[in-house]
């Protein structure tokens, strides 16, 4: 684990263990309300379908709030159109569907670790660390580091409301008792946090500094029980996309 938080709130489904489940709702779905769905997660229909079924059930169960709209802002980001000092952000790699809530901007990525991507991180990471990657002999180790840096970069961009396509050798990380971020070497104004999860994936967020944050992070597993089947008509009364 590197960092740490304590007020942003992570919630996370696990696909594989509600498949039946996912897929009986989602053929029920018409086109228009999966192509609203789609559009909160970049067109992977089951995250996305996850994805909102777990803002619903945390604006409803935790929140107490039960009318709300999210918007898609010109950068492709989800943002609550009415409830401010809320932002929220999503992901999806794998078996796996993250959610992370805050009262400030955020930004997540979670990835299932495989092998390093060598061509990528030539043309995309810092020269510094492709240099790093390619001094690692064990294979594990240079997988782990590859996603460890993957992860940061992509929550940064998220954080910041880019997208993939601006990833770029300027953005930069050191990694130590903190994580540390440089954009043209100038230091990015803002926390990181990464932990493992689950054996094989790797998890990073990047937050603002008026969070107050602790040395651990719970994440909350919900499972089909706990989320509330959302139809089409609930959808249209109580929130939009």
């Known amino acids: 684990m590197y960092g740490s938080l304590n007020m942003i709130e992570i919630y996370a489904v696990n696909l594989r263990k509600i498949k039946e489940y996912v897929d009986g709702k989602i053929i029920q779905l018409s086109s228009e309300r999966l192509q609203q769905i789609n559009s909160l997660h970049h067109g992977k229909k089951k995250g996305s379908f996850i994805a909102e079924q777990i803002v619903h059930f945390y604006m409803k169960s935790?929140?107490?709030?039960?009318?709300?709209?999210?918007?898609?802002?010109?950068?492709?980001?989800?943002?609550?159109?009415?409830?401010?000092?809320?932002n929220f952000n999503i992901s999806h790699s794998g078996d796996w569907v993250f959610c992370a809530f805050s009262d400030f901007e955020i930004g997540i990525d979670v990835e299932r670790i495989e092998d390093a991507k060598m061509n990528i991180a030539k043309k995309y990471y810092n020269k510094l660390e492709y240099e790093k990657l390619n001094c690692i002999d064990n294979v594990m180790e240079r997988n782990e580091l590859f996603y460890l840096l993957w992860t940061l970069k992509e929550s940064y961009l998220k954080n910041m409301g880019m997208s993939i396509g601006m990833l770029s050798p300027k953005i930069r990380f050191e990694i130590g008792n903190k994580i540390n971020g440089y954009v043209s070497e100038k230091k990015i104004d803002k926390l990181f946090f990464s932990q493992k999860f689950d054996n094989n994936y790797y998890l990073s967020l990047c937050y603002e500094k008026v969070e107050t944050l602790s040395e651990k992070k719970y994440i909350n597993i919900i499972d089909n029980a706990q989320i509330e089947v959302i139809t089409k008509e609930e959808a249209d009364n109580e929130y939009g996309v």
Do not use: A, C, E, T
């Open 62 to 86: 935790i929140r107490k709030i039960d009318k709300y709209s999210i918007v898609i802002d010109n950068n492709g980001k989800p943002k609550f159109l009415n409830v401010p000092n809320l």
